[in-house]
């Protein structure tokens, strides 16, 4: 189409999608997540509609559903509906797509076959209800088709506990190049009152909340630490006076694989400092940076885990400093609790409760949300990093980090009796009490 040409579709967006449209233009990612009925669908299909309006020949867009069933059912009549209109379009019923008098094409897929968009160049893509795609596939598949024609991209979709869709969504927050909205029912007014009343009358709490209020952590009944309590810690400001005297802590996880990452985190009492993340770094290097921040930081205690750690552990004693071997799966000091890991996630979120103060960062408020927990040895078990892979979340290495800290109390150098330095954290937290 020429920009003198106009075209009517017949959509009409409500004044809050006409605002996402206006946001949506100034970035090329934008992340969406929004309440049942929003008409996040329509927005997202005639998002793609118009781009292929204005763009050049043979441009391609994609709709991108779960599965490509789900995508034909959800998207496809919308798809219809707001190209009929459009004088010397033709639809493709077999393949879902639609092309435009000019050659640019719509069309829609189903991430079950990820192998159908490998390869192929887009415009601008559309992916829905991103919480039941699986990770993989945004980095593996979906990203690299936009890389040569700098194609943009919006992620629609409701809550369904911590994911990739609430990373990413947490992620955009604090990212310049994105766009990220939240819409709860309560204040669009897309849905009257009394109709959302009748839903929550017949919806849990948890299911209300998560569908119609768009939180993320409401579909995690089982998760350790509320994400609320995470973004409440995140950034907020501590006053030097109320941790100047706590002993200084250093934690060093260890990456296991490829993807893992390795990661130092510095604590003194009720203040965590920013982690310091690697990826892809060997473990004498590795052994060399926690020596540097022993050096600058002066610790009291350095805990490492010794899962993968050996030689950064090793490499730091020949340096001549005393760090202690944490083993995740080892047995925990306090007896309520199922292994080291568990009691030291335990502490964490006790620490968190008393007033413990986060850095502002992404992958950190992501980690603290994802392991969930279980009593059914009769001791509380923290879900493992295995376990956590497999329902296609990272490996939360940024929190085990920070756990660590916690692996045991440690005095200020000079300070001998522990009761008598500011910033001390009492732990009297009752897993017991928390699984009822």
Same mark, same amino acid.
């Given at each position: ?196 009343? /009748? ?35 995140? +950034? ?69 885990? +010794? +899962? ?66 279980? /009593?059914?040895? +009769? ?31 440690? /005095? ?25």
């Amino acid at each position: 189409m020429t920009t003198e040409q106009r075209v009517e579709t017949g959509y009409r967006p409500r004044a809050i999608q006409r605002a996402i449209h206006e946001e949506m233009a100034r970035k090329r990612f934008s992340i969406v997540v929004a309440h049942r009925r929003f008409g996040k669908t329509v927005l997202a299909v005639n998002t793609l509609i118009d781009a292929a309006l204005r763009a050049g020949r043979d441009a391609k867009f994609a709709y991108v559903a779960p599965y490509f069933r789900q995508a034909k059912d959800v998207a496809w009549d919308i798809l219809q509906k707001y190209t009929e209109s459009v004088p010397g379009c033709t639809t493709n019923q077999a393949e879902l797509s639609v092309t435009l008098p000019h050659g640019a094409r719509v069309k829609l897929y189903g991430a079950d076959n990820p192998d159908s968009l490998r390869g192929i160049g887009l415009n601008g893509l559309v992916i829905d209800e991103l919480a039941d795609i699986r990770p993989n596939t945004w980095g593996e598949v979906l990203r690299p088709t936009l890389a040569s024609d700098r194609g943009f991209c919006l992620m629609i979709g409701t809550p369904k506990g911590v994911n990739l869709f609430s990373e990413l969504f947490y992620a955009a927050l604090d990212d310049d190049a994105w766009f990220a909205g939240h819409y709860p029912a309560s204040k669009t007014g897309i849905l009257a009152d009394d109709e959302l009343a /009748m839903i929550r009358a017949t919806s849990t709490e948890s299911q209300y909340a998560q569908e119609m209020e768009c939180d993320f952590n409401a579909a995690v009944d089982n998760a350790l630490i509320p994400l609320d309590a995470v973004l409440a810690a995140a +950034g907020k400001h501590l006053p030097d006076a109320d941790y100047a005297g706590a002993a200084k802590v250093i934690g060093v996880d260890v990456a296991r694989f490829g993807d893992d990452r390795s990661v130092i985190f510095k604590r003194q009492g009720l203040y965590a400092h920013e982690p310091i993340v690697y990826n892809d770094i060997d473990n004498m290097e590795l052994a060399g940076r926690v020596a540097n921040q022993i050096a600058e930081f002066q610790p009291d205690a350095v805990f490492v885990d +010794g +899962g993968r750690g050996e030689g950064v552990i090793d490499r730091l004693r020949m340096l001549g400093h005393n760090v202690i071997e944490v083993a995740f799966g080892g047995k925990a000091s306090n007896p309520h609790y199922y292994n080291k890991r568990s009691e030291m996630w335990g502490e964490l979120a006790e620490w968190l409760r008393s007033g413990g103060v986060l850095p502002d960062h992404g992958a950190l408020k992501t980690d603290l949300c994802v392991p969930t927990y279980d /009593m059914k040895t +009769g001791k509380f078990r923290l879900e493992s990093k295995d376990d956590i892979k497999k329902r296609g979340m990272k490996s939360p290495d940024v929190g085990d980090a920070l756990a660590l800290t916690f692996a045991e109390s440690v /005095m200020p150098k000079g300070i001998r009796n522990l009761s008598n330095y500011r910033g001390r954290v009492t732990h009297d937290w009752d897993p017991f009490a928390e699984a009822v």
